[in-house]
T-cell receptor, first 113, second 113 residues
């Protein structure tokens, strides 16, 4: 069975600092990996995705993630945090042929002025 | 393109009442999903459908029912509402092929008193 683990339910960084949100996965076959963002009182929206090909994936709002098969990780980074990045972030996985995404528990990102 | 539309956005129910959360998508997606989100608990899958006339249970189906008579609509029925069903409900859809990205509605906040 597949699983997704997000390390840290709450991350706090200062404005302008590096954002690093950790995601590790378990899958017996190559997965498709996603990061979703949820702003307060809104639905989830796709931030970026990895399917095949280049392992460094760039998304919206300056975020990127790197698929590292050897480490079974898909960590999300942004070089310089902005106040508008405050939100909850979800890592998710699906394998080819499956019908349902597997979500991590989410990480709430707080930005300190 | 409206995407995924959920109604109502807010609802207060009394214990034992019933109601239907509506979800419609205009992207001709085959796959549709209902999730509930409770604080700090991530997303839990209630029911999903891979096409008109086909539905299946997710992780937490008890107390809910669904139907999928058309590609566009996937209503969620709550029978005999209980306080444990107080939550935010999200409908999502996916093409089911290719990148497998989920598109989410804005959510329906339900309170059972």
């Amino acid at each position: 069975a597949q699983s997704v683990t997000q390390l840290g339910s709450h991350v706090s960084v200062s404005e302008g600092a590096l954002v690093l949100l950790r995601c590790n996965y378990s899958s017996s076959v190559p997965p498709y990996l996603f990061w979703y963002v949820q702003y307060p009182n809104q639905g989830l929206q796709l931030l970026l995705k990895y399917t095949t090909g280049a392992t460094l994936v760039k998304g919206i709002n300056g975020f990127e993630a790197e698929f590292k098969k050897s480490e079974t990780s898909f960590h999300l980074t942004k070089p310089s945090a902005h106040m508008s990045d405050a939100a909850e972030y979800f890592c998710a996985l699906i394998i080819q042929g499956a019908q349902k995404l597997v979500f991590g528990q989410g990480t709430r990102l707080t930005i300190n002025p | 393109n409206a995407g995924v539309t959920q109604t109502p956005k807010f609802r207060i129910l009394k214990i034992g009442q019933s109601m239907t959360l509506q979800c419609t998508q205009d992207m001709n997606h085959n796959y549709m999903y209902w999730y509930r989100q409770d604080p700090g608990m991530g997303l839990k899958l209630i029911y999903y459908s891979v096409g008109a006339g086909i539905t299946d249970k997710g992780e937490v189906p008890n107390g809910y029912n669904v139907s999928r008579s058309t590609t566009e609509d996937f209503p969620l029925r709550l029978e005999l509402a209980a306080p444990s069903q107080t939550s935010v409900y999200f409908c999502a859809s996916s093409h089911g092929q290719g990148s497998r990205e989920l598109f989410f509605g804005e959510g329906s906040r339900l309170t059972v008193l």
